[in-house]
């Protein structure tokens, strides 16, 4: 921004002024602050500077090269050779990316090849797009990278059927590209010298701040009437998902030999482990926060609790900090906080000792205050990890993977990679299905584009490519939102290019664009389109090939396109969500019942083993996200396509409120010190539970049963039981409100009562 206010105030001094002030009243007059937490972000989702590393690629080539060559078509297919490798967005070591691009390189360049090779017949064209599409869809399921790699082939073909060209000329534009994948890959590894991919750090951080903000969504919601109950699963869901791409992220690290490295690694684990055990006690905070509603604690809840949850993010959120600066003075702010959560829970318990309460009231705020220790026991937890941390001798950080040949070989993992790959040809597998989708859609849009003769019509097979996703919702939203953005970029482009303004100004505001098309492109997809669109009318412009017939076929292309993806997704082999949902019900049901036997085995004394409810917990978590990812995806169907999705959406709810409620049998257990649990009943009384899961399992199938859920003789045998354990009234509470959902999720299920 700084280096664009000094070209202004260099050529044309007023403006430069007004973007000065302009820019520092965006900044609030807080440049400093601003500042700060740019560079915290990026910490954690390093978008600015992987989209800095984009716009190098892009630019560089586009607006150095013509001033000692003039502008010509070769220096265009460099650019976005250079462009696409680098919008690869791969989250690992610098060598797997280094090698990915390569792999990447060959396969846009061999369609590249082929596409301006088949450009002059129509069906050869045709047949290649096919094979090209089924293998990039394909590609699209295989991995997070895949989809990059799925788009830039696919880009590249069609780039190639736009210029036709013979096999002689095809080589020299492939020369071009070259030079292209090496500006790239030069770009990626000088990247090293100013920023370590820390992959491992990493992971560890943003599991944290998927803590803080699951608690500062819990605290926001809980202090409305109406909270969005939907935001907290979701939060709940990214906790999950930062867990799980951490966890599979170190099974693919070498295991190394230096003993410091392994002390680095080992802490870094116990961190993932912490921040896991953190992450479940802020569940159990929201379920005991649910029971604090109205009578004594109304006064308290948005001034005490409020205060005290929202400590507790603070510290959550500068321990995400500290684990990826590594930095004494961070560490220090975290120990702060940390007091802070402690006086703030002597302070809670103060407050409560004052207040006119029952006795169940008493036992309800007594148990929420031993939740809350118990998170703050995580915290304490986690900054003496972090002071083990700093305090290592020698700062080796093992996860700023070397570049040596070995360490190279090793990552590669060459018969993974072929298992996923064949895994994809399964005829019946839903990715299998679309990939076929996407060639079919493809082959449509090439023969609409090559027989009609359409000016630039390669944009509409470009568009299904972009826009058609695995799923009928998330295509039309797509769609629309490519429709929305490229309109709304043509107008504002339109509008600009209408001044007769200097070049100067043109090359700035392409390299600003090129900056938000990257920024937004992950973040707002409806914008990055805008930007998008918004460069391509001033590359048009700078190009002197602009006009308002051209910018109409274009958005008549990407309309056509967005139209077919939408037809495709709906007409061949469509996958509605109803037909998944059964099965991934049952299984999220299955994963509680599981639970709930391993939480009742610690009652038994059947079961001492921590880990054992910590890795149960893990596939709950997972089943009920992909369960609510699943009704999240049907909501956005064709409304003659739903199928009962209130429903849906209660049997969801339900569920996860009972993993809630376990987990808070669980951490309850926990916190026990060596206490031995004596039990009466609980054998009879587990049996019972389980035959009524069963039961409802065989609802959610559809099943006929063979006789009725017996809630009366459950509670009778609830009444029986006895367990002598200083948090047993609590335990009993949360006993039924898992009887008391079960009982919703039947009458839900129970065709006569509906």
Same mark, same amino acid.
């Given at each position: 921004?700084?280096?664009?206010?000094?070209?202004?105030?260099?050529?044309?001094?007023?403006?430069?002024?007004?973007?000065?002030?302009?820019?520092?009243?965006?900044?609030?007059?807080?440049?400093?602050?601003?500042?700060?937490?740019?560079?915290?972000?990026?910490?954690?989702?390093?978008?600015?500077?992987?989209?800095?590393?984009?716009?190098?690629?892009?630019?560089?080539?586009?607006?150095?090269?013509?001033?000692?060559?003039?502008?010509?078509?070769?220096?265009?297919?460099?650019?976005?050779?250079?462009?696409?490798?680098?919008?690869?967005?791969?989250?690992?070591?610098?060598?797997?990316?280094?090698?990915?691009?390569?792999?990447?390189?060959?396969?846009?360049?061999?369609?590249?090849?082929?596409?301006?090779?088949?450009?002059?017949?129509?069906?050869?064209?045709?047949?290649?797009?096919?094979?090209?599409?089924?293998?990039?869809?394909?590609?699209?399921?295989?991995?997070?990278?895949?989809?990059?790699?799925?788009?830039?082939?696919?880009?590249?073909?069609?780039?190639?059927?736009?210029?036709?060209?013979?096999?002689?000329?095809?080589?020299?534009?492939?020369?071009?590209?070259?030079?292209?994948?090496?500006?790239?890959?030069?770009?990626?590894?000088?990247?090293?010298?100013?920023?370590?991919?820390?992959?491992?750090?990493?992971?560890?951080?943003? /599991?944290?701040?998927?803590?803080?903000?699951? =608690?500062?969504?819990?605290? @926001? %919601?809980? *202090?409305?009437?109406?909270?969005? #109950?939907?935001?907290?699963?979701?939060?709940?869901?990214?906790?999950?998902?930062?867990?799980?791409?951490?966890?599979?992220?170190?099974?693919?690290?070498?295991?190394?030999?230096?003993?410091?490295?392994?002390?680095?690694?080992?802490?870094?684990?116990?961190?993932?482990?912490?921040?896991?055990?953190?992450?479940?006690?802020?569940?159990?905070?929201?379920?005991?926060?649910?029971?604090?509603?109205?009578?004594?604690?109304?006064?308290?809840?948005?001034?005490?609790?409020?205060?005290?949850?929202?400590?507790?993010?603070?510290?959550?959120?500068?321990?995400?900090?500290?684990?990826?600066?590594?930095?004494?003075?961070?560490?220090?702010?975290?120990?702060?906080?940390?007091?802070?959560?402690?006086?703030?829970?002597? /302070?809670?318990?103060?407050?409560?000792?004052? =207040?006119?309460?029952?006795? @169940? %009231?008493? *036992?309800?705020?007594?148990?929420? #205050?031993?939740?809350?220790?118990?998170?703050?026991?995580?915290?304490?937890?986690?900054?003496?990890?972090?002071?083990?941390?700093?305090?290592?001798?020698?700062?080796?950080?093992?996860?700023?993977?070397?570049?040596?040949?070995?360490?190279?070989?090793?990552?590669?993992?060459?018969?993974?990679?072929?298992?996923?790959?064949?895994?994809?040809?399964?005829?019946?597998?839903?990715?299998?299905?679309?990939?076929?989708?996407?060639?079919?859609?493809?082959?449509?849009?090439?023969?609409?584009?090559?027989?009609?003769?359409?000016?630039?019509?390669?944009?509409?097979?470009?568009?299904?490519?972009?826009?058609?996703?695995?799923?009928?919702?998330?295509?039309?939203?797509?769609?629309?939102?490519?429709?929305?953005?490229? /309109?709304?970029?043509?107008?504002?482009?339109?509008?600009?290019?209408?001044?007769?303004?200097?070049?100067?100004?043109?090359?700035?505001?392409?390299?600003?664009?090129?900056?938000?098309?990257?920024?937004?492109?992950?973040?707002n997809y409806k914008v990055g389109v805008f930007f998008l669109t918004l460069m391509m009318v001033i590359l048009l412009h700078i190009s002197?090939?602009?006009?308002?017939?051209?910018?109409?076929?274009?958005?008549?292309?990407?309309?056509?396109?967005?139209?077919?993806?939408?037809?495709?997704?709906?007409?061949?082999?469509?996958?509605?969500?109803?037909?998944?949902?059964?099965?991934?019900?049952?299984?999220?049901?299955?994963?509680?019942?599981?639970?709930?036997?391993?939480?009742?085995?610690?009652?038994?004394?059947?079961?001492?083993?921590?880990?054992?409810?910590?890795?149960?917990?893990?596939?709950?978590?997972?089943?009920?996200?992909?369960?609510?990812?699943?009704?999240?995806?049907?909501?956005?169907?064709?409304?003659?396509?739903?199928?009962?999705?209130?429903?849906?959406?209660?049997?969801?709810?339900?569920?996860?409120?009972?993993?809630?409620?376990?987990?808070?049998?669980?951490?309850?257990?926990?916190?026990?010190?060596?206490?031995?649990i004596t039990s009466k009943g609980l054998p009879s009384y587990q049996q019972q539970l389980v035959e009524i899961i069963d039961i409802l399992?065989?609802?959610?199938?559809?099943?006929?049963?063979?006789?009725?859920?017996?809630?009366?003789?459950?509670?009778?045998?609830?009444?029986?039981?006895?367990?002598?354990?200083?948090?047993?009234?609590?335990?009993?509470?949360?006993?039924?409100?898992?009887?008391?959902?079960?009982?919703?999720?039947?009458?839900?299920?129970?065709?006569?009562?509906?």
């Amino acid at each position: 921004m700084y280096i664009i206010i000094i070209i202004f105030q260099f050529y044309y001094n007023d403006i430069g002024t007004c973007l000065y002030f302009f820019f520092l009243l965006n900044m609030r007059f807080q440049p400093t602050k601003q500042l700060n937490a740019i560079l915290q972000q990026e910490y954690f989702e390093p978008t600015i500077s992987w989209a800095l590393r984009v716009v190098f690629a892009l630019n560089v080539p586009l607006l150095l090269l013509p001033l000692k060559t003039g502008f010509h078509l070769e220096i265009v297919w460099m650019a976005f050779t250079a462009y696409l490798l680098s919008l690869l967005d791969f989250r690992g070591p610098h060598y797997q990316k280094v090698f990915v691009q390569i792999v990447e390189s060959v396969f846009i360049i061999f369609a590249a090849i082929v596409g301006m090779n088949v450009a002059d017949n129509i069906w050869y064209s045709i047949v290649c797009m096919f094979v090209i599409g089924f293998f990039a869809a394909l590609l699209r399921n295989w991995s997070d990278y895949g989809a990059a790699i799925g788009i830039a082939m696919g880009f590249f073909y069609l780039f190639g059927l736009a210029n036709p060209a013979s096999f002689h000329h095809s080589m020299h534009y492939a020369q071009w590209m070259l030079y292209g994948a090496a500006w790239a890959l030069f770009i990626t590894l000088t990247s090293f010298l100013f920023n370590t991919s820390n992959p491992l750090k990493r992971s560890v951080a943003i /599991i944290w701040k998927r803590n803080t903000e699951l =608690l500062d969504a819990i605290v @926001k %919601e809980n *202090l409305v009437e109406k909270p969005n #109950i939907a935001l907290i699963i979701e939060k709940e869901i990214a906790v999950r998902t930062a867990i799980n791409k951490s966890i599979e992220l170190f099974k693919r690290k070498n295991k190394v030999a230096q003993d410091i490295q392994k002390t680095h690694y080992n802490l870094l684990i116990e961190l993932r482990k912490t921040s896991s055990l953190f992450g479940a006690s802020i569940t159990s905070l929201h379920e005991g926060l649910e029971t604090l509603n109205g009578g004594a604690f109304e006064e308290i809840r948005s001034s005490v609790i409020y205060k005290t949850l929202s400590a507790f993010g603070q510290a959550s959120a500068r321990i995400a900090i500290v684990v990826f600066t590594n930095r004494k003075e961070d560490f220090t702010l975290a120990n702060v906080r940390l007091r802070r959560c402690q006086i703030a829970i002597q /302070i809670l318990t103060k407050t409560c000792n004052n =207040l006119q309460l029952t006795e @169940k %009231e008493k *036992l309800t705020i007594e148990h929420f #205050i031993q939740t809350l220790q118990i998170s703050c026991d995580y915290l304490q937890q986690a900054v003496q990890l972090l002071e083990t941390k700093l305090n290592l001798k020698k700062s080796v950080q093992m996860e700023e993977y070397k570049l040596s040949f070995n360490n190279f070989l090793a990552g590669l993992n060459f018969y993974e990679w072929l298992t996923a790959l064949r895994s994809l040809f399964n005829v019946n597998s839903q990715q299998f299905k679309y990939a076929l989708r996407v060639a079919i859609a493809l082959c449509i849009g090439v023969f609409i584009f090559m027989y009609f003769h359409i000016n630039h019509g390669y944009w509409i097979p470009l568009t299904i490519i972009i826009v058609i996703q695995p799923y009928y919702g998330a295509t039309l939203k797509k769609g629309i939102e490519r429709v929305a953005g490229t /309109i709304a970029g043509i107008i504002v482009g339109g509008i600009i290019t209408l001044f007769n303004l200097p070049h100067l100004f043109y090359v700035v505001l392409l390299v600003i664009v090129s900056f938000y098309i990257v920024y937004f492109i992950r973040h707002n997809y409806k914008v990055g389109v805008f930007f998008l669109t918004l460069m391509m009318v001033i590359l048009l412009h700078i190009s002197s090939m602009a006009s308002w017939q051209l910018i109409g076929w274009r958005v008549l292309s990407t309309c056509i396109g967005s139209v077919l993806a939408v037809l495709a997704g709906y007409a061949f082999w469509p996958m509605w969500e109803k037909q998944q949902f059964p099965t991934l019900m049952s299984n999220a049901l299955q994963q509680n019942k599981n639970y709930l036997k391993l939480i009742i085995a610690y009652l038994l004394n059947e079961q001492t083993d921590n880990d054992s409810w910590i890795k149960q917990r893990n596939k709950v978590e997972a089943a009920n996200s992909d369960v609510f990812a699943c009704v999240q995806r049907m909501n956005i169907e064709p409304q003659h396509i739903q199928q009962n999705i209130d429903k849906s959406f209660s049997l969801v709810g339900i569920n996860i409120r009972i993993a809630r409620e376990i987990t808070s049998i669980a951490l309850s257990l926990s916190s026990l010190k060596n206490e031995n649990i004596t039990s009466k009943g609980l054998p009879s009384y587990q049996q019972q539970l389980v035959e009524i899961i069963d039961i409802l399992d065989d609802l959610i199938a559809d099943k006929k049963i063979a006789s009725l859920p017996d809630f009366k003789s459950l509670n009778t045998l609830s009444t029986q039981v006895r367990l002598e354990i200083s948090s047993y009234h609590f335990i009993k509470t949360e006993f039924e409100k898992i009887i008391f959902e079960l009982e919703n999720m039947y009458m839900i299920l129970d065709k006569n009562n509906q």
